[in-house]
């Protein structure tokens, strides 16, 4: 943190550290207020004390005597105040107290220690090699063995932000004292120093109401529940710094070198009708696809707060302009939740994802931008004009792209049209819980007509390898055009024909690419939900345009992972998206992973047992075994009620 205003060191023997600290920043606006839990007499015995605590006070410091650092909200000196940074040098129990003890002393510090912390405040726990129990210890040791210090700060909504050596040799003056309540030194090489902040909070579920015009048609329905913190983000905004946008803008600029990319904004509808689905989706999965009826209209009531009448999704344009609005007008608030809920329940079936039957829907949150495409090359008659520069000769030495009425090419030109039109967006797939599967994620979609005879799919599937190559994608061919693969990631993008007819020799390339999943190997992330966080420091981590391939520093070090199993009994039909959705619900987005580990049918009663087991696990929010449970028993409580479940 830079500047510092204000330190608070807890646990100090001789204050040997604090004195050391103190001088370090004499003459700053720094203060330092240092506490130790024995009381002065007591804590003068300790040899240098008296000297370091005059050190401190002249220096404008602070010392305060008998301060339990796992109760600092009741101390009468700290009340009120708030620290940039707690420091706690090699805590301990005292006398040959074991790990059980220790990991205590530390939950309990962590949690009394951020009723005192500033926001944006650090929290740094020095410990000896091998007793934090992460990878930077060398050696590691057995969990179990540990003092599994980010576990225990998790449980106080804290993540470890960073993990440096501690710098013995800064403090000269430095004497470590107090092991097994001797005076005798710690174990200080390879001590490491453990940095920690607070996670940010979960967002609470939001009922999200929008009227859009489809086709002419005003329609009024409920985002499903788990989605709702997946609209109107804004990655996509001019001047956005957003990975997404990022990757978007080394995509367009690789393939300018070579074509000219035309792109649009534009507002469209988050639905499409079931028909346009049919039509234009054809090679996505209907099971994949959030069905959505339409709320009936209550004449009696005022929905224009809720109303929005169109939702920027286009490239360049994405959720900019009216998104705060829109969310204020359309999100309810806490206290009306339950109550709303209840309500749309009666209304719609959207909230869990999918009906059984084709003909109880009429619309679906668009999986793909591809009806929107068609849409617009319609409504705006785009075509591409391809016209010759000869030399002369009368030989072609290249192309112009105009974007207006086709004019055609000259018939001797082997150039392909080079004109892509592009548009981007959010799209929404009904998928089950995986590590890599995305309910929601942003398409950038390009199409352009090329002369058949210049084998166009071939030469752009060549730029993009060349484009992303480094980021381990590979393209592979299929029938009909090209699939772009990486791993672990999977699909992150097709190259195929469209079935749009065109004059003689003529042929509609389309691409289509997952711009989260591209931006998570460009710039290495370890998971795609990090790029829906509300963290601020995401954001901080890309505000100077950092180029593919720069490293990623992560928020949170060395998450813990959690898992439970959950049993129920069903009736005799089950539908297993409708509890997918409702685990992405009561987690908050954090299970990774939902595995159907048993099932057995009861031959009499015409019920079947189910048992899945869940991962809980976040590299943006601080996952402790108590939240897990919490969110696994929140789970149990919302299949009881909503699906009629009965829990095992």
């Known amino acids: 943190m830079s500047p510092l205003r204000s330190i608070l060191l807890v646990g100090e023997g001789n204050f040997s550290f604090s004195a050391c600290l103190s001088q370090s920043y004499r003459g700053t606006d720094t203060s330092i207020t240092a506490t130790s839990l024995q009381p002065e007499k007591e804590a003068l015995r300790h040899e240098g004390a008296s000297d370091n605590i005059h050190i401190i006070q002249d220096s404008g410091g602070e010392v305060i005597f008998q ?6 909200g009741e101390c009468v000196s700290l009340r009120d105040r708030v ?9 301990h129990c005292g006398r040959k107290s074991g790990v059980k003890k220790n990991r205590e002393l530390l939950k309990s510090f962590f949690f009394s220690c951020v009723q005192v912390l500033a926001e944006g405040g650090e929290v740094h726990v020095a410990l000896c090699n091998g007793q934090g129990g992460t990878p930077v210890d060398h050696p590691q040791r057995e969990r179990h063995n540990s003092w599994q210090v980010v576990a225990m700060a998790a449980e106080a909504h804290l993540i470890l932000t960073d993990v440096h050596p501690f710098k013995n040799e800064k403090y000269r003056s430095y004497k470590c004292t107090g092991y097994r309540s001797q005076d005798k030194g710690f174990h200080l090489e390879n001590a490491l120093v453990h940095v920690f902040t607070r996670s940010p909070p979960y967002t609470s579920d939001q009922m999200l109401m929008i009227e859009e015009i489809v086709e002419g048609e005003s329609v009024q329905y409920t985002v499903p529940a788990e989605l709702s913190d997946f609209v109107y983000r804004g990655f996509l905004c001019p001047g956005s710094v957003h990975p997404v946008r990022l990757a978007q803008d080394f995509i367009i600029e690789g393939l300018s070198d ?3 990319v035309s ?3 534009e507002s469209i509808p988050f639905l499409i009708t079931a028909k346009e689905l049919q039509l234009r989706c054809q090679d996505i999965d ?12 209550d004449p009696n009531s005022d929905t224009s707060s809720h109303k929005v009448k169109d939702s920027p999704t286009f490239l360049d344009s994405q959720e900019c302009t009216d998104a705060p609005a829109a969310q204020q007008a359309t999100c309810v608030t806490s206290d009306k939740v339950d109550r709303v809920w209840n309500k749309g329940l009666e ?3 959207c909230s869990l994802g999918m009906d059984t039957e084709v003909e109880n829907y009429l619309y679906v949150l668009r999986p793909s931008l591809l009806p929107q495409m068609e849409e617009l090359l319609t409504k705006k008659d785009l075509t591409t004009s391809v016209r010759c520069h000869t030399d002369n000769e009368g030989k072609c030495e290249g192309v112009e792209v105009e974007t207006r009425e086709n004019v055609g090419a000259c018939g001797d030109c082997k150039a392909a049209f080079s004109l892509l039109f592009g548009i981007s967006g959010v799209v929404f797939r009904n998928v089950l819980i995986n590590l890599w599967a995305m309910p929601c994620f942003h398409e950038l979609l390009l199409r352009g007509v090329f002369l058949s005879e210049s084998k166009p799919i071939i030469l752009i599937g060549q730029r993009l390898e060349t484009l992303l190559a480094p980021y381990k994608v590979s393209v592979v061919t299929e029938e009909g055009g090209l699939r772009l693969m990486a791993q672990p990631v999977g699909l992150v993008g097709r190259v195929f024909t469209s079935n749009e007819k ?3 020799g003529q042929i509609s390339i389309t691409v289509s690419l997952n711009l989260d999943l591209l931006a998570v190997l460009l710039f290495s992330l370890p998971d795609w939900r990090l790029l829906w966080s509300h963290d601020p420091r995401l954001l901080k981590c890309f505000a ?30 089950w539908e297993e998206r409708k509890f997918h959705a409702m685990v992405r619900q009561a987690s908050h987005g954090i299970v990774e992973k939902v595995k159907l580990v048993d099932t057995f049918s009861h031959p009499e009663l015409s019920q079947t047992s189910y048992c899945y087991r869940l991962t809980y696990h976040s590299h943006t929010h601080a996952v402790s075994h108590t939240q897990a449970l919490q969110f696994h028993q929140h789970l149990e409580s919302l299949l009881a009620s909503r699906l009629q479940v009965t829990i095992r």
Not at 286 to 297: A, F, V, W
Not at 545 to 552: A, I, L
Request: proline letters at 12%; aromatic letters at 16%.
């Open 67 to 72: 301060v339990d650092c796992r109760k600092l």
């Open 502 to 504: 065109h004059d003689a």
């Open 263 to 265: 792109t649009v904004m």
């Open 544 to 573: 100077l345009h950092p180029s593919p391939g720069t490293p990623f520093q992560p928020l949170s070090l060395f998450p813990e992972r959690f898992i439970f199993d959950i049993s129920f009994w069903t009736g005799p039909t």
């Open 258 to 260: 070579k074509y000219s």
């Open 286 to 297: 209907r099971t994949h696809c959030y069905r959505i009826r339409p709320n009936q209209k």
């Open 347 to 349: 209304r719609s079936d």
């Open 83 to 91: 620290f940039d940074r707690v420091l706690f040098n090699f805590p």
